[in-house]
C-alpha cells in the first residue's frame, strides 16, 4: 500500500465505482419483487406497496380486494400489540377516524400507509361471524427509512389497477432496471479501468525501486543468486503482483459488496436467510484459505523452476556455438524439459486446486440453494409468503453464492501473488552498497597517492583468501601494470579499489584517507574502467560511447524518441566523436551503415573483439576521469586494432593514474612499474629490466605469456608466419 499511495487519486474514484456498480446489482435483483408481484397480481403495485407498509408498521395485513370492494382484516402479524388482539381475519373495515370507506378498499390502504408517525387511528369493524359492529384505536407508529423511501416511489407510479395503468407501471420500472443496468455497466468500466492503472502503476513503483535495490546491490549478491533468478523476479514475480493487485482492489471490494448487498435485500424480504448464511459462511472460508495455502506453495516454487529456466535457456542460447560445436544439442534440451517438467508439475497443483475450488463450492452453494428453496417454498405453499418473495428470495440465494464462489477463485490468485511477493520484497529488503557506507562525505580529487594497506579480502564463496596481506603504493600520475597467473588477484585487487567488495582485513586510502569514509559514488566518478570482457550495450554506436557521460547519454536518448522536439544534443555529439576519434575508432564507425546511430545488437554482435575495446576506450575518454582501470582483454586481436588501441590508451594516459592487468606486452611498456602476483599476494615489483632480471615469476611469465602476445613474436599484415622447427 505504501507504493500504491501516490496513485490513491485514481483508487478512490475506482473504488467508489465498485460500490455503486455492487449496489446496482443488488437493486436489480431487489426489482424482481415489483415486477412478478406487478405481473402476478391483479393488485396495482403502489396498492402492494401499501400493503407491505401496513404490514410493516401496523402488524395488519388486509385482503388484495378489487376496487369497489371493502377491505377485510386478512392476517394480524403482532398480536403483541394489546389493540389488535380483537381483530380477526375476515371482519370487515368500514370507518377510519370516522369517515366511511365502505366499498374503498384502495382508499383505506393508501390512508394506513401514509398516516403520519405515531397517529391515533380509529378504525371501525363489522364482525363476519356475528355481523356486529366494534371500534379499536390503534397507533401508526414510526415508518422505517426503506419503508418510507418505498412509498415515496410508489407515489409517482400510476394509482389505478386497470391493464392500461400496469402496463405504464411496468414500462417504468423496466426503463429504472435499465438505467440501474447502465449505470453499473459504466461503474464497472470505470472500476476496473482505474484499478487497473493503479495496479500497473504501483507495480511500476515496486520494480522500480527493485531495480534501484538491484543496481545497488554488492557484487557478491549477484554471484550467490544468479542474473537470471532476478530476470525473473522483474518479470514474471511482477506480473503476478500486478494480477493479485488487480484482484485485491477489485474482486475484494466488489464480491463482497455484491454478497452483502444481496444478503441486505434478502434481509428487507425476510429475516430467516441469515440462518442460512450464518451456517454456511464459516465452511466456506475454511474451503477458500484451504486451498488458498496449497496455490500460494506451488506458485513459489513455480517462480524458483521459471528462474531455472531462464538460466537453463540463456545459458544454451548465449552458448550456441558450444553447443553446437561440441553436439550437446539433445543434452541441452533434455535438461531443459526436465526443468519444464518440474514446473508443470507445480503448474497442475496450482490448477488442479484452483479447478477443484469452483465446482465444489457449486457443489455446496446448490446444496444450500436446494434446502432454502424447500423451505421457502413450504411458506409460500402455506400461504404465509407470496410468489413474488419466494422468486425474490431465490435470486438473493443465488446472488449471495455467485460472488462467494468467485472469491474462492480470488483467494487463489491472490495467494499467487503472495508467492511473487515474497520473492520480490526479498530483493527489495537486502542490504545494498549503501549499508555499508558509513559516511556520505564527498571523496577530494586524488592529489598524491592510492595506498593499499594490509588488504586481505577472501570471496563469500571460497575458502582461501582472493588477496593476502597486500600494501601497495600508487602515487599520482603513475601508470602501473599487475602481472600474474590466472588467479593471482589482479582483478580482484582493482575491485577492491572499485568498492565492488569490502576487504575482511585493512583497507584502500586516496591521499591518506579511507575510502569508505566518503561516499561509493563519489570515488568511482574519479574512475574510468574498462573490464576485462568488454561490455557494449544493445544500443547505437553514440548511446554506448555517450555512456561515460550520463548528461550526454540522455540527450541522446530523448532526441531519438522525440524526433519532433529540440535538444541540445551538438555538443554531445561533437564530445562522442572527438572520444572516437582519440580511440581511433571514428574510422570503423563512420564505414557502417547508419554511422554513429548504427545499431550493435545484444552484447555488440555486429562487432569486432578490436572493435568493442576501441568503443569502450572511447567511453573511458568522454568521462575523462583522474584515475583509469584498464583490465586487459585476453580475446585475440589483430596487431592493427593492437596497435590502435595501444596508441589511444597512450594518448589518454598523459597526467593521468593507471592501474592496469596486463596480458600483453605492449601494455607493460607503457607502465611507470609493473607488479607481479601470485596467490594473492604481491610477489615483486620494479620495471620491466629489473624484474627481467631477478624476479624468476616475472621471467617465467615473460618467456611464456606476454612475450608470445608481443608484436615481435607475430607476424606482419600479409606475411606468412614463420614455419616451427
Known amino acids: 500500500m505504501r507504493y500504491a499511495k501516490p496513485y490513491l487519486k485514481y483508487l478512490y474514484p475506482g473504488l467508489a465505482c465498485v460500490v455503486v456498480a455492487a449496489l446496482t446489482y443488488s437493486a436489480n435483483i431487489l426489482a424482481i419483487l415489483p415486477t412478478v408481484q406487478l405481473i402476478a397480481d391483479k393488485q396495482g403495485l403502489p396498492a402492494w406497496v401499501c400493503q407491505y407498509v401496513n404490514e410493516k408498521r401496523l402488524g395488519l395485513v388486509l385482503t388484495d380486494a378489487d376496487i369497489g370492494e371493502s377491505a377485510r382484516v386478512m392476517k394480524v402479524t403482532n398480536r403483541d400489540d394489546a389493540a389488535l388482539k380483537p381483530l380477526h381475519p375476515g371482519d370487515t373495515i368500514t370507518h377510519l377516524n370516522g369517515a366511511d370507506v365502505t366499498n374503498d378498499s384502495h382508499t383505506l390502504v393508501r390512508k394506513l400507509a401514509w398516516a403520519e408517525d405515531h397517529q391515533p387511528l380509529t378504525l371501525t369493524l363489522q364482525d363476519e361471524k356475528n355481523h ?20 415515496l416511489a410508489a407515489s409517482w407510479l400510476p394509482q389505478e389497477t386497470t391493464t392500461e395503468a400496469r402496463m405504464a407501471t411496468l414500462r417504468i420500472i423496466l426503463a429504472a432496471i435499465f438505467c440501474v443496468g447502465v449505470t453499473g455497466a459504466a461503474c464497472r468500466f470505470f472500476s476496473e479501468y482505474l484499478i487497473a492503472l493503479t495496479a500497473g502503476r504501483t507495480v511500476l513503483g515496486i520494480r522500480r525501486r ?37 484482484f485485491v482492489f477489485g474482486k475484494s471490494l466488489r464480491e463482497p459488496l455484491k454478497a452483502v448487498f444481496a444478503f441486505a435485500a434478502a434481509l428487507i424480504i425476510d429475516w430467516r436467510i441469515t440462518l442460512v448464511t450464518v451456517v454456511v459462511a464459516p465452511l466456506a472460508a475454511v474451503l477458500i484459505r484451504k486451498f488458498g495455502k496449497i496455490i500460494r506453495r506451488a506458485n513459489k516454487r513455480l517462480l524458483e523452476g521459471f528462474a531455472r529456466m531462464l538460466a ?11 553447443v553446437k560445436g561440441y553436439t550437446m544439442e539433445k543434452y541441452e534440451r533434455r535438461h531443459l524439459f526436465s526443468v519444464d517438467l518440474q514446473m508443470l508439475k507445480q503448474q497442475l497443483k496450482i490448477e488442479r486446486a484452483d479447478a477443484l475450488s469452483g465446482p465444489l463450492f457449486e457443489v455446496f452453494g446448490a ?170 550495450f544493445a544500443d547505437t554506436i553514440a548511446c554506448n560511447i555517450a555512456y561515460g557521460n550520463e548528461v550526454f547519454l540522455k540527450r541522446l536518448i530523448l532526441r531519438r524518441r522525440h524526433d519532433n522536439r529540440r535538444y541540445r544534443t551538438d555538443e554531445a555529439m561533437q564530445r562522442v566523436v572527438a572520444a572516437a576519434e582519440a580511440a581511433f575508432a571514428d574510422e ?53 586494432s593492437e596497435q590502435k588501441i595501444h596508441d589511444a590508451v597512450e594518448r589518454f594516459l598523459e597526467g593521468r593514474t593507471a592501474l592496469i592487468v596486463a596480458h600483453r606486452f605492449s601494455t607493460i611498456m ?40 608481443s608484436p615481435r613474436s607475430r607476424p606482419a599484415p600479409n606475411q606468412p608466419a614463420p614455419l616451427s622447427s
Request: proline share 3%; charged share 25%; glycine share 6%.
Open 210 to 246: 527493485m531495480y534501484r535495490r538491484v543496481l545497488s546491490l554488492p557484487l557478491s549478491s549477484f554471484e550467490s543468486r544468479g542474473f537470471n533468478d532476478l530476470s525473473s523476479r522483474f518479470i514474471q514475480d511482477s506480473q503476478d503482483i500486478y494480477r493479485g493487485l488487480n
Open 588 to 640: 570503423f564507425i563512420r564505414e557502417k551503415p547508419g554511422g554513429y546511430e548504427a545499431q550493435v545488437g545484444e552484447h555488440g554482435v555486429t562487432l569486432s573483439g578490436g572493435q568493442k575495446q576501441r568503443i569502450a576506450i572511447a567511453r573511458a575518454i568522454l568521462r575523462n576521469a583522474p584515475i583509469f582501470i584498464f583490465d586487459e582483454a585476453t580475446s585475440q586481436i589483430d596487431a592493427e
Open 312 to 322: 537453463s535457456l540463456e545459458g544454451a542460447l548465449s552458448g550456441i556455438r558450444v
Open 132 to 151: 356486529r359492529r366494534y371500534e379499536v384505536t390503534i397507533s401508526s407508529g414510526r415508518i422505517a427509512f426503506t419503508q418510507r423511501w418505498a412509498r
Open 367 to 536: 446444496t444450500v440453494g436446494i434446502v432454502a428453496i424447500l423451505y421457502f417454498a413450504n411458506l409460500m405453499f402455506d400461504g404465509r409468503m407470496s410468489f413474488a418473495r419466494f422468486a425474490t428470495l431465490a435470486a438473493c440465494m443465488a446472488a449471495i453464492f455467485d460472488p462467494v464462489r468467485k472469491l474462492s477463485s480470488f483467494y487463489n490468485r491472490v495467494q499467487q501473488a503472495n508467492a511473487a511477493v515474497d520473492r520480490v520484497f526479498e530483493v527489495i529488503d537486502m542490504p545494498d552498497e549503501r549499508s555499508v557506507q558509513r559516511s556520505t562525505d564527498v571523496l577530494p580529487a586524488l592529489g598524491e597517492a592510492i595506498e593499499f594497506r594490509d588488504i586481505t579480502f577472501t570471496y563469500p564463496t571460497a575458502e582461501v583468501p582472493a588477496v593476502t596481506n597486500v600494501n601497495l603504493t600508487v602515487r599520482r600520475g603513475e601508470r602501473v601494470a599487475f602481472v600474474g597467473p590466472n588467479g593471482s588477484g589482479k582483478t580482484t585487487l582493482l575491485a577492491l579499489l572499485m568498492r565492488f567488495y569490502e576487504p575482511q582485513e585493512g583497507g584502500v586510502f586516496v591521499d591518506g584517507r579511507d575510502i569508505r569514509d566518503a561516499s561509493i559514488s563519489s570515488l568511482r566518478k574519479q574512475i574510468s574502467l574498462i573490464t576485462q570482457d568488454t561490455v557494449i
Open 670 to 709: 607503457q607502465a611507470d612499474r609493473i607488479v607481479v602476483m601470485d596467490r594473492g599476494r604481491i610477489v615483486d615489483s620494479g620495471t620491466h629490466h629489473e624484474l627481467n632480471s631477478r624476479c624468476k615469476l616475472y621471467q617465467t611469465l615473460y618467456s611464456t605469456q606476454l612475450l608470445d602476445d
